[in-house]
């Protein structure tokens, strides 16, 4: 958890920004469902499409996913 949070604070994301742009950027077929409460929610979530994973970053979120 305590990677996670770093990894979060790198890229000044929330956790939500972190798993959305990790999923929507995989290689399979996987079409996460989210479903935001509320405009803020929405907006949050689509700035996961601009967060610039490393392959570091990419190789940590595999592992804990």
Do not use: H
């Amino acid at each position: 958890l305590e990677e996670l949070k770093k990894l979060m604070k790198k890229y000044g994301a929330s956790l939500t920004q972190v798993e959305l742009g990790f999923l929507l950027t995989r290689d399979f077929s996987c079409i996460p469902i989210y479903g935001p409460r509320n405009e803020v929610d929405l907006l949050d979530a689509v700035q996961a499409l601009d967060i610039p994973f490393t392959v570091a970053d990419y190789q940590f979120l595999e592992r804990v996913n």
